[in-house]
């Protein structure tokens, strides 16, 4: 039995459709889903009693349960578990734009960077578009609070998990539901190229983030398998033809490792790379574990690096760090519990 929240509303539209059904009880349905956020079928006030004994035959009104929360000054983190028992996590973080949420798109990841907390359990399994769903109305309902902005940096590679995560999109995209803009969504990948390129032609105004870390291929070798089995030519080729064809901005993540990838003549080479580019860099300070050796580089190092790359007109930020309340690094809170 699928949970509803697998289902687009075009599909639950199909769904009523083949029952005989007027296809504005999809519509209905939805927004009791989404709109009025009810728990239990019996709920939907306007729906007969013959199609809520048929959507409780047909269908699961499953949700996560929360297993852990750690929160700060303006963050909150969660760990949650799913009907298998498998866990995952999500963050919210208050900017002053908005409320934006970072989930996990995977249980565990194959994608195994070396600096990389979550890496550390290969994946077991793709999170179905449900499942991402929810993260985002748990959160919502636990915090009472309304998220502006989604980011796919969780546990998981989302392009390994394409499919699932571009249904989950459409779901929560949809005006009648959710309602959550593309351009308020992220999805961030490695740098799985053919997927980048099938992403490009999806027409999905969604926002696309590189986890580059690296300014050529001696590093990314070293900290990143995935450059392995596709170079850094080649991410930044297909980067290259995504902008062309969809004129968006792309954002390069560049997490800053101490004595690695964080020297001057690392900053240089980068700003080389993405000479001319519609991009800008995201530099974020590392957050150190008991379980990897990498070191967070120093705030004099960073604004260096910050300056270099300004000074070569690449746009350039600084991740904002959140509070030291929380166990900060992606996959982190998960394998506390899991050692605990």
Sequence with gaps: MKNIYDFTLSELEIYFSQKGEKKYKAVQVFEWLYKKRIHSFDDMKNISNITISDLKENFQLES???????EDVDVCKFL???????????????HDYGNSLCISSQVGC???????????????RNLDSSEMVLQILQVEEELGIRITHLVLMGIGEPFDNYDNVMKFISIINEPKGIDLGARHITISTCGIVPKILEFMDSGKQVNLAISLHAPNNTIRDKIMKINHVYKIEEVIEAVKKYIFKTNRRVTFEYILLKGINDREKDAKELS??????????????????SHTTYQK?????????????????????????????????CGQLRANYEEE
């Design 64 to 70: 996560l349960t929360v297993l852990q929360k750690q």
């Design 80 to 94: 949650f578990g799913l009907s298998d028992g498998n866990k995952i996590e999500a963050v919210l973080m208050k």
């Design 110 to 124: 194959n994608m195994g960077c070396s600096f990389c907390e979550s890496g550390r359990l290969k994946k077991v």
């Design 272 to 289: 080389t790379l993405l000479r001319g580019m519609n991009c800008y860099v995201n530099l974020i300070p590392y957050n150190e574990t």
């Design 297 to 329: 580089s120093n705030k004099e190092t960073i604004l260096k690096f910050y300056d270099i790359l300004k000074k070569n007109h690449i746009q350039v930020t600084i991740r904002r760090e959140f509070g030291s309340k929380v166990s900060a690094a």
